[in-house]
């Protein structure tokens, strides 16, 4: 069973488009996040939820909308899609939001290719 | 969360053991050292971390200058599927940096037979 599990893989899309990525732990954690990674292979968070409450917010267009509808599912709206947005978005998970031991877990990720 | 630098690349051959460094002058006394690696096409994935101490998992061993001021990650026997990003990451103990990992450049480790 995948721990975080994200959908779709890949998604081709053109600019000025509106597309979700989904979002799946089935680790029983309280913590979601959202990373972008760039072409330049640079991992940076976006945002952070906690049982449903955002705790993260990074800064970030506001054409970037996570929605959690539970603890076990964070997803990631992005509206009138650009040419920036073209990355590889991971989704993780972690058990409580301030232990400082506390392991993230990540999910595939999902690649994002705006046309 | 304090800056951290690492080489850009290192080489090593299968079976032998690795040290990636890590320096982080500027970390404070709450500080913890983290290190997660993402191997080619997939998510981070965590390795160890540590505070003061030298440290084992089943992964690898992390062993923490005695000024902290850096650290390095050890693989005692390297192999392919070694070959991987690793990050080393400084996390606030007091709020554990709100939780969210700030990922420099890391190095890339080529593994050769």
């Known amino acids: 069973d995948t721990a975080v599990s994200q959908t779709p893989k890949y998604l081709v899309t053109q600019m000025g488009n509106d597309k979700s990525i989904k979002c799946e732990q089935n680790?029983?954690?309280?913590?979601m996040y959202w990373y972008k990674q760039d072409s330049k292979k640079f991992l940076k968070i976006m945002f952070s939820?906690?049982?449903?409450?955002?705790?993260i917010n990074e800064t970030v267009p506001n054409r970037f909308s996570p929605k959690s509808p539970d603890k076990a599912h964070l997803n990631l709206h992005i509206n009138s899609l650009e040419l920036g947005d073209s990355a590889v978005y991971f989704c993780?998970?972690?058990?409580?939001?301030?232990?400082?031991?506390?392991?993230?877990?990540f999910g595939p990720g999902t690649r994002l290719l705006v046309l | 969360d304090a800056k951290t630098t690492q080489p850009n690349s290192m080489e090593s051959n299968e079976e032998e053991p690795v040290h990636l460094p890590c320096n982080h002058s500027?970390?404070?006394?709450?500080?913890?050292i983290h290190w997660y690696r993402q191997l080619p096409s997939q998510g981070p994935e965590y390795v160890i971390h540590?505070?003061?101490s030298n440290v084992n998992n089943r992964m690898a061993s992390l062993a923490i200058a005695e000024d902290r001021k850096s650290s390095t990650l050890i693989l005692h026997r390297a192999t392919l599927r070694d070959a991987a990003v690793y990050y080393c990451?400084?996390?606030?103990?007091?709020?554990?940096?709100?939780?969210?990992?700030?990922f420099g450049t890391g190095t890339q480790l080529k593994v050769e037979l």
């Open positions: 939820y906690n049982n449903k409450e955002l705790i």
């Open positions: 993780a998970s972690s058990q409580g939001r301030t232990a400082v031991g506390e392991t993230q877990y």
């Open positions: 540590g505070l003061t």
């Open positions: 680790l029983g954690h309280d913590t």
């Open positions: 990451i400084l996390r606030d103990g007091l709020t554990g940096g709100g939780n969210k990992l700030t």
């Open positions: 500027t970390i404070s006394g709450t500080d913890y």
